[in-house]
């Protein structure tokens, strides 16, 4: 039971983390005025989805979230405890996975570097924390029907990662 809950956490890690790599991917493209086309995001999309799912399995970055949004009055389990963890959560995703896809694209010791993994953040962030409130449902269903298993409610927001 544990090891199917494990595998479905991982799959809507790694379904999240395909969304997330996307999207903004996608906006980090639009914002540093780089033609969006399959060369420009099929890398970062490949490098995003590996380093989210690798993050979130490794760091407990849904449980942070969920002791932030309780410490903030949220209820476990309501709509705005689901706010505040999407917030919590994306504010370690995003930086890390622009930090790790920005590396890899431009390499790490360039001049560039700083500006091209920073300041995007600011556009990038608002546009992943809609698709994480988004793309939650859909990746805990598809997971559900993927390893036919389907948590409780507490399985469900102790597992997802982003």
């Known amino acids: 039971m544990k090891a199917r809950a494990f595998v479905w956490g991982v799959i809507v890690n790694l379904m999240l983390s395909f969304f997330l ?3 903004v991917g996608i906006a980090t493209n639009i914002y540093n005025e780089m033609p ?9 999309l490949l490098y995003g989805t590996i380093i989210g799912t690798l993050t979130t ?9 969920i002791r932030f949004a309780t410490w903030q009055g949220a209820p476990q389990g309501s709509a705005l405890c689901g706010i505040y963890k999407n917030f919590v959560i994306l504010a370690f ?3 890390i996975m622009n930090f790790f896809v920005t590396g890899l694209m431009i ?3 360039t001049q560039e570097f700083v500006n091209a993994w920073l300041y995007p953040i600011i556009f990038v962030y608002p546009v992943g924390y809609i698709v994480s409130l988004l793309g939650e449902p859909i990746a805990m269903a598809v997971a559900s029907f993927v390893t036919r298993f389907d948590p409780t409610k507490a399985q469900r927001e102790e597992s997802v990662g982003v």
């Open 21 to 23: 790599s996307l999207i």
């Open 107 to 109: 390499g790490f010791g």
């Open 57 to 65: 399995t490794i760091i407990p970055v849904n449980r942070i979230g």
């Open 93 to 95: 995703m995003v930086p």
């Open 36 to 44: 969006v086309n399959l060369d420009t995001v099929a890398m970062p």
